[in-house]
T-cell receptor, first 109, second 115 residues
Framework: DAKTTQPNSMESNEEEPVHLPCNHSTISGTDYIHWYRQLPSQGPEYVIHGLTSNVNNRMASLAIAEDRKSSTLILHRATLRDAAVYYCILTGGYNKLIFGAGTRLAVHP | GAVVSQHPSWVICKSGTSVKIECRSLDFQATTMFWYRQFPKQSLMLMATSNEGSKATYEQGVEKDKFLINHASLTLSTLTVTSAHPEDSSFYIC???????????FGPGTRLTVL
């Protein structure tokens, strides 16, 4: 599975939108883009995933670049409960999830 | 979303004893389950993948005789840490995935402390 690159940390203010970037320049045509997040002392939580088209759900939006070499997770209005480590992971087919270091998001009141 | 539970949520044991951790999918059939380990301030490390009714596939460097995994039903997988030592102290997390789905659902984790 291809590798992803994310910033180590980001900060946001409460009720503002947050754009979390992920670079995956070696992505293959069959790789899915997954986003999970992990709150302190908890197991990871599924956020969203996509293949080629942008995706929206109740938690977030996933914007995928036309060449698929990067993607952005969008939290439309950050809350304090969104403070977590966000992981961008690529998998081919139904492969296992291999976690990188992720982006630690801090949300300020 | 689907719910995955783990039991116990935390356990303290003496060095040399064995500890069993259960992972259950509560509202879906988990054809595949995964076990991860996470040390403080580090990311999750995949230990093994198990398919219901089959032997687990362990990641490189994970001792299969030390970390016994059983996935006997579509809703239950167990991880047994045999002859635990202080270096096995960690946060153990399971996840489950249904057939023909990309989403994994994670349990809340089990914190193991070996004295």
């Amino acid at each position: 599975d291809a590798k992803t690159t994310q910033p180590n940390s980001m900060e946001s203010n409460e009720e503002e939108p947050v754009h979390l970037p992920c670079n995956h320049s070696t992505i293959s045509g069959t790789d899915y883009i997954h986003w999970y997040r992990q709150l302190p002392s908890q197991g990871p939580e599924y956020v969203i995933h996509g293949l080629t088209s942008n995706v929206n759900n109740r938690m977030a939006s996933l914007a995928i670049a036309e060449d698929r070499k990067s993607s952005t997770l969008i939290l439309h209005r950050a809350t304090l409960r969104d403070a977590a480590v966000y992981y961008c992971i690529l998998t081919g087919g139904y492969n296992k999830l291999i976690f990188g270091a992720g982006t630690r998001l801090a949300v300020h009141p | 979303g689907a719910v995955v539970s783990q039991h116990p949520s935390w356990v303290i044991c003496k060095s040399g004893t064995s500890v069993k951790i259960e992972c259950r999918s509560l509202d879906f059939q988990a054809t595949t389950m995964f076990w991860y380990r996470q040390f403080p301030k580090q990311s999750l490390m995949l230990m093994a993948t198990s398919n219901e009714g089959s032997k687990a596939t362990y990641e490189q460097g994970v001792e299969k005789d030390k970390f016994l995994i059983n996935h006997a039903s579509l809703t239950l997988s167990t991880l047994t840490v045999t002859s635990a030592h202080p270096e096995d102290s960690s946060f153990y997390i399971c996840s489950a995935r249904g057939q023909y789905t990309h989403t994994q659902y994670f349990g809340p984790g089990t914190r193991l402390t070996v004295l």
